[in-house]
């Protein structure tokens, strides 16, 4: 029989929780929303409850959390949620009620670390030791591995906060991240291009200009993670990129970037296979709290 793992994946609108061990193989999941996090712990610990009166035994359970978090283990404040700015979720203590409750190994981490583990272990990533996982959606995140170890750090890396250039000529809107203004978050996350353009992004056509402008700010993103960390593949996933062409055309801004500067064919001529959506699609954070788990397991 194969060994069964809780996941959860904590998201700021919705959490998942699920029982099984990988890719087609989930015994049980379920969604709700995400409400005070009273009620929502509440409803997570009755699901796993439920599934073990079920018969659905799991040996450990793996947490992808939104963050900002704290994923140190020897820190006094591990697996909580730190100062966020969802309401009522500020200093939330997320692993001590899990541990509470079940009294087996608990896994923590930031979403984006936790879905680049899933992609690492089954997805877009197999096989590579240093990469980036970024999702652009509500908010603009990523993480992924250096040398084979998730990114942590000091706390973790915030990689969709970081300053990219923005001309205020050709796009006057300033951005709308509560603490930079027109950071990377600020200027190309879901809520900014429904602000800027005044409608919802699956609303806006193809050929629109929003596409073009947001896959130029993204380029300058993955430029900035190329030329620091030197991924050997960046993995771009969340509802923005559901719009088609999407990764083509911030391959292109990339290209005109780096301008061959970096001497690996990959980046050359391979960025069609540098620059890819998640192979998990939208289950990389639970299937990836399956592989934490399973790594603390053992
Ligand atoms: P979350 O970040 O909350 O987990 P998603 O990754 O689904 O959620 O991202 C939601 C954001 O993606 C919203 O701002 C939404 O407008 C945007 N979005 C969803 N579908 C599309 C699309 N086809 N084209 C562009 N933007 C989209
Ligand atoms: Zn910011």
Redesign the pocket.
């Known amino acids: 029989m194969k060994t069964l793992y809780g996941g959860i994946e904590a ?3 919705k959490f998942v929780c699920a029982v099984g061990s990988g890719p087609g193989e989930i015994e049980a999941i379920e969604r709700f929303p995400t409400t005070t996090p009273e009620e929502t712990l509440r409803r997570t610990i009755d699901f796993f409850r439920h599934q073990q009166d079920a018969g659905h035994h799991f040996e450990a359970i793996g947490i992808a959390s939104f963050g900002p978090v704290d994923p140190r283990p020897d820190s006094e404040t591990f697996g909580y949620i730190t100062a966020t700015p969802k309401p009522n979720w500020s200093h939330t203590n997320f692993v001590g009620p899990i541990s509470d409750a079940f009294g087996m190994p608990v896994a923590f981490d930031i979403d984006v670390n936790v879905a680049a583990l899933g992609e690492h272990t089954w997805g877009s990533a197999i096989g590579l030791d240093t990469f980036i996982y970024m ?5 603009i995140g990523g993480g992924g591995m250096i040398n084979g170890e998730l990114m942590h750090g000091l706390i973790h890396p915030e990689v969709g906060h970081i300053r990219i250039p923005h001309d205020l000529e050709r796009d006057p809107f300033p951005g709308r991240c509560p603490y930079h203004g027109d950071c990377l978050e600020g200027l190309a ?3 900014a ?2 602000d800027r353009w005044k409608k ?3 609303e ?1 056509p193809p050929d629109h200009p929003a596409w073009d402008l947001e896959a130029e700010y993204l380029a300058y993103a993955a430029l900035n993670y190329i030329c620091t960390v030197s991924p050997q593949k960046i993995i771009m ?4 990129m ?2 088609p062409k999407m990764h083509e055309l911030i391959r292109k801004h990339v290209k005109r970037l780096l301008n061959d500067y970096i001497q690996s064919p990959t980046l050359i001529d391979g960025l069609d296979d540098f620059i890819v959506p998640p192979g998990l699609g ?1 289950e990389s954070g639970v299937l990836g709290a399956f592989a934490l788990a399973k790594h603390l397991h053992g």
């Open positions: 998201g700021g609108t999702t652009i959606g509500t908010g996350c879901g809520p291009i429904e919802k992004g699956f806006l996933g969340g509802g923005v559901e719009q939208n």
